[in-house]
């Protein structure tokens, strides 16, 4: 996958700027307020007016402190947020994360995302391995992780594989909400958490089960999702005053 432009590297070289900008995706190059973590050149791209991910194993949770071309910017005000992933057609993997982030390190975030999560699966011809859909609010603090709510999607996706997030902050409080095929649907619960020096943007990545979820535990060797591209159409931000 080849990109159009290089944006600047996060972390102690990287020349960060207070812009909070939308970006619709449809120029050539991406905009120089964005920045990536762990950037992957080969591995995302601007396409028809789309930022194209190619999906990665690596993670954020716990200690893995893993997940590549994590897309940020400038987020320090009370804001609200939102994009539009396109999934692709066909099945999905079974731990695949992608969505919003509110961001301070690899440790400290909030993430709105949609999520699949491993699962044993019954039918006529016994058990087999699957995976559950959601949309998940959750936040990890000091490297542990926190789910605060969740809506099963699985269905939705049967009709519709565009999925619309929607976080909004204010203060310590962020508040989630998601649509899928005009079904709008609410978090019901809002995750409270300090954060200090605050980008926000978009994570994608091929996560970890966790070693209870027998048989996917994380000791087992990582394999990389082939092929599975997610298509971010827009990034919108709002501010709505300073901290």
């Known amino acids: ?113 949609f999520k699949t999560t491993s699962s044993f699966q019954f039918g006529p011809t016994g058990f087999s391995m699957g995976y559950d859909a959601s949309v998940q609010l959750a936040y990890e603090v000091e490297g542990a992780e926190y789910t605060i709510a969740r809506v099963d999607v699985g269905d939705l996706l049967k009709e519709d594989r565009q999925v619309e997030l929607k976080l909004e902050k204010k203060g310590s409080s962020y508040a989630g909400s998601c649509s899928i095929g005009g079904n709008d649907l609410e978090l019901n619960e809002s995750v409270h958490s300090v954060l200090s020096d605050i980008r926000a943007g978009l994570l994608t990545c091929e996560g970890q089960a966790p070693r209870s979820y027998l048989p996917f535990r994380t000791d087992r060797p990582r394999t990389e999702p082939e092929g599975i591209e997610i298509r971010y159409d827009y990034f919108r931000i709002s501010s709505s005053g300073m901290q």
């Open 1 to 113: 996958m080849s990109r159009s432009h290089t944006p600047g590297r996060f972390g102690q070289d990287a020349q960060t700027t207070c812009h909070q900008t939308d970006d619709e995706f449809e120029d050539s190059e991406l905009g120089e307020w964005w920045n990536l973590v762990r950037e992957d050149e080969d591995h995302w791209a601007l396409s028809q007016g789309s930022l194209v991910v190619a999906l990665q194993s690596g993670d954020l949770r716990g200690a893995g402190n893993d997940a590549r071309n994590i897309l940020l910017q400038d987020a320090n005000t009370d804001w609200t947020i939102e994009s539009m992933l396109q999934l692709p057609d066909g099945p999905l993997t079974r731990m695949m994360q992608c969505g919003l982030i509110a961001y301070q390190d690899d440790d400290n975030y909030v993430t709105l995302i």
